[in-house]
């Protein structure tokens, strides 16, 4: 009943293991590390700064994930920031109001066909939320260790977004956890709605950064 | 919405059990569970015309422990502990990725003998899970042979696993920067004898239950999951690989000292309510063959567990890790700020991924399927609410 896996087994095993990753370390996404809780800073690496930062590592930079993003930025220019590339892991930041249309052309061109989670993060020292789609893909072999994070930032006070359902079905229950646990409305999205939290919940959103756990 | 509608979810609301519609009187709305009749503690509402579900409502929650929350208040080393609660059953793997992004975050080299003990740790909480499952799974079939043969067999797991770590289902075992101590005197021996008598059960499992043709009629083509729709819905674990995918974090994306191990990934192709409750079987002798490997593999001697400082931390970033727990991939992703408490912690599970198939399959379906159905979805309502 069972068969093995021969066709994957081969080019995945060939492939570096990442248990090292963190040896050889990429720019640091957070530019102020100096300050105290400087994280609440979104990364500004302010497209000229990346692109010094990465010239500068350029012959660091995994190869095939250089390729994934090179097509993005190309295509997209400006609107699609790179954070940064590791091995097997890249995040990207995109403006919301390009975010549905860069990740149809993820899908459809890059290869990445589900998502396995989406975290929404609260930052309230700049003011803003940033949700973060940590794309997988199943279909492609070369693809099937890499997570391709696609992240967008939107004003913590009117927290909306467009939602991905219709790229990704898959974000469904994950983006309907992201607006009862931190807030952030997704239009077009079927159900914002209650879904972990008990029904008579009457707080702010719990994992907002002001919403503090009694007693601590 | 109309009225209609808005009368039926106000009803579903209050919990009422049973409604009865007057214009549509065929269509009739059933909740199941919280009380754990067969669902864990875990409510859906179907709707059922005459046998069949047309429509299905989950509505997990009922067991949400704001672990995400409670990560912020704990440093890296105190989250260990609270972070088993989702799934007490697979105490090492849930800790397994935390591990493994807290060490890129803070950059932790683990020994190597404790990559193997760990890895060891992991496949055998990986089997008391699979077998508390099937027994779960054999119970909701009305085959209680099934539900007696597997939770007897777990415990001789649990008592190999209490002699490792000291404790018999929350392990606190894997940490950031290896395992908290070493294998007892014996236990490569100990290990090896009772991996060599669970394979003979495996066949036994199989013999009486596998091949039992009641089982097989109620769940041979029932609820397919084409390989398409598994996609499309972004199920993990042995959803995924019961629809035809081969697709193991293990294999994909090796962690620790998995890429030196030789396994396959058991997978099947009917895509059906069988093929998904196989899986697991085949996964559980997938993992004897593997801890034989790491057995033999193991370096006699050396550290186990790297040095700490008292308040781990590193530099501001982010890691998102993930293993193969007996659910599926297990990913966590970590946001740090430079303090040694995470700014953010989120994790992903494989649960809460699947239980996006579960509308799906069961809309169409027979109400008398619905137990195989959902129990074959390897759901645990404690993972999936956190």
């Known amino acids: ?216 | 919405m109309s009225d209609q509608e808005e009368r039926i979810s106000e009803t579903t609301r209050l919990g009422l059990e049973i409604v009865k519609e007057a214009e549509e009187d065929r269509l009739m709305t059933l909740s199941v569970g919280p009380q754990h009749p067969g669902s864990g503690h875990f409510r859906f509402t179907v709707k059922v015309d005459g046998d069949y579900i047309v429509d299905c409502d989950p509505d997990p929650g009922y067991v949400h422990r704001g672990e995400e929350k409670m990560c912020e208040y704990r440093n890296f080393i105190q989250n260990i502990p609270h972070l088993e609660r989702p799934v007490i059953h697979d105490s090492s793997n849930i800790t397994y990725s935390y591990s493994l992004a807290v060490e890129e975050l803070v950059k932790i080299d683990v020994p190597r003998r404790a990559q193997f003990i760990r890895a060891i740790a992991s496949e055998l909480n990986r089997q008391i899970y699979t077998l508390y499952w099937l027994a779960i799974y054999g119970i909701f079939l009305g085959h209680s042979t099934m539900f007696m043969w597997p939770t007897g067999d777990r415990e001789l797991i649990i008592d190999l696993m209490e002699a490792l770590t000291g404790a018999r289902v929350t392990h606190a075992y894997n940490i950031p920067g290896g395992v908290r101590n070493d294998i007892p005197y014996g236990f490569k021996d100990r290990c090896l004898r009772q991996v060599s008598y669970f394979e003979k059960r495996l066949k036994e499992y199989e013999d009486i239950f596998y091949n039992n043709p009641l089982l097989r009629q109620r769940t041979e083509g029932v609820a397919i999951l084409t390989k398409e729709d598994a996609i499309k819905l972004g199920v993990t674990g042995s959803v995924l690989r019961a629809s035809g995918i081969p697709y193991d974090i293990r294999k994909a994306e090796p962690y620790d000292i998995y890429d030196e191990i030789d396994f396959n990934v058991q997978y099947m192709k009917t895509c059906d309510s069988f093929a998904r409750a196989y899986v697991p079987l085949l996964d559980m002798r997938e993992s004897c063959h593997i801890i034989r490997q790491l057995l033999d593999k193991m370096p006699e001697s050396g550290e186990v567990r790297a040095k700490l400082q008292p308040n781990p931390k590193g530099p501001p970033g982010e890691a998102y890790r993930r293993v193969e727990s007996g659910r599926g991939a297990l990913g966590y992703y970590i946001v740090s700020d430079g303090t040694p408490k995470p700014y953010r912690v989120k994790i992903s599970v494989g649960s809460f991924r699947n239980l996006l198939a579960l509308p799906h399959l069961l809309v169409g379906s027979k109400l008398g399927d619905m137990p195989s159905v959902y129990w074959s979805l390897n759901y645990w309502p404690v993972e999936a609410d956190r």
């Open chain 1, 1 to 216: 009943m069972s068969k093995s896996d021969d066709r994957s087994l081969g080019n995945i095993k060939s492939k570096p293991s990442t248990t090292v990753a963190s040896n050889k370390d990429l720019p640091s996404i957070s530019p102020k590390q100096g300050e105290t809780g400087s994280i609440a800073s979104p990364p500004k690496p302010s497209s000229n700064n990346t692109s010094v930062q990465l010239k500068s590592e350029e012959a660091d930079l995994p190869q095939f994930e250089k390729g994934i993003i090179d097509s993005l930025v190309s295509k997209y220019g400006d609107s699609v920031k790179v954070i940064y590339v590791k091995p097997l892991r890249i995040k990207i930041e995109v403006p919301s109001k390009d975010i549905v249309e860069i990740a149809r052309h993820i899908r459809d061109e890059s290869g990445f066909d589900h998502a396995e989670s989406v975290s929404a993060t609260d930052y309230p020292k700049t003011g803003d939320i940033e949700v973060i789609y940590h794309l997988g893909s199943y279909t492609r072999d070369d693809l099937s260790s890499h997570i391709l994070s696609l992240s967008t930032r939107t004003d913590r006070n009117n927290a909306r977004l467009p939602s991905l359902i219709g790229i990704f079905k898959s974000v469904e229950y994950h983006e309907r956890e992201s607006f009862e646990m931190v807030g952030v409305y997704f239009d077009n999205h079927p159900r914002n709605d209650r879904f972990l939290l008990p029904e008579d919940w009457a707080d702010i959103p719990p994992l907002r950064k002001e919403f503090r756990i009694k007693g601590r």
